[in-house]
Antibody
Framework: QVQLQQSGPGLVKPSQTLSLTCAIS??????????WNWIRQSPSRGLEWLGR?????????NYAASVKSRIAINPDTSKNQFSLQLNSVTPEDTAVYYC?????????WGQGTLVTVSS | QSVLTQPPSASGTPGQRVTISCSGR????????VYWYQQLPGTAPKLLIY???QRPSGIPDRFSGSKSGTSGSLAISGLRSEDEADYYC???????????FGGGTKLTVL
């Protein structure tokens, strides 16, 4: 049974970088049949897919156009986890952030982290 | 504004059958599967239906899904109080190269 455990700060100042980590148990970040995603949820934007990383002989990334210029999702094979970095945040980036596994479809979610962007 | 369109609310009495619709376009639902998630307050979404009409193990057969053209539908029969939750549809979008979601439907059991 796969489990995703998120960690990271709940408060980030405007213009700074939001950083979250998702630790994986019961699966491998390097699996050839899985993609590792970040999704956020806010009252104003609903559920919004941010991007993913996956391994198919080499590492690949896809990012949503809305955040493409300031996002990075990276795997950490030594710790079997993956991370989200979102640069130059504004109050509009305030949301609950989820990591999620996709096996052709999103089937497992982390517990969620409320991140507030405020000075 | 969500890419997929759902009604904001639905309701029914215990034992009734309710349906929730999800409308998309050719680049998402029209060419890909529809998925449904249930979200209880304060928790992460939970997979209810995958690949249009398949139920993961542990999901009661009171929940069923279907797809026709660029729309999907979730049906809940024998409505129970514990079904009161938010329901979201999702699909892969070939044009956006990413997952897209509906705005969510809040189900109230009267």
């Amino acid at each position: 049974q796969v489990q995703l455990q998120q960690s990271g700060p709940g408060l980030v100042k405007p213009s700074q970088t939001l950083s979250l980590t998702c630790a994986i148990s019961g699966d491998s970040v390097s699996s050839n049949s899985v993609a590792w995603n970040w999704i956020r949820q806010s009252p104003s934007r609903g559920l919004e897919w941010l991007g993913r990383t996956y391994y198919r002989s080499k590492w690949h990334n896809n990012y949503a156009a809305s955040v493409k210029s300031r996002i990075a999702i990276n795997p950490d094979t030594s710790k079997n986890q993956f991370s989200l970095q979102l640069n130059s945040v504004t109050p509009e980036d305030t949301a609950v952030y989820y990591c999620a596994r996709a096996i052709g479809y999103i089937d497992n979610w982390g517990q969620g982290t409320l991140v507030t962007v405020s000075s | 504004q969500s890419v997929l369109t759902q009604p904001p609310s639905a309701s029914g009495t215990p034992g009734q059958r309710v349906t929730i619709s999800c409308s998309g376009r050719s680049s998402n639902i029209g060419n890909n599967y529809v998925y449904w998630y249930q979200q209880l307050p304060g928790t992460a979404p939970k997979l209810l239906i995958y690949r249009n009409d398949q139920r993961p193990s542990g999901i009661p057969d009171r929940f069923s899904g279907s797809k026709s053209g660029t729309s999907g539908s979730l049906a809940i029969s024998g409505l129970r109080s514990e079904d009161e939750a938010d329901y979201y549809c999702a699909s892969w979008d070939d044009s956006l190269t990413g997952w897209v979601f509906g705005g969510g439907t809040k189900l109230t059991v009267l």
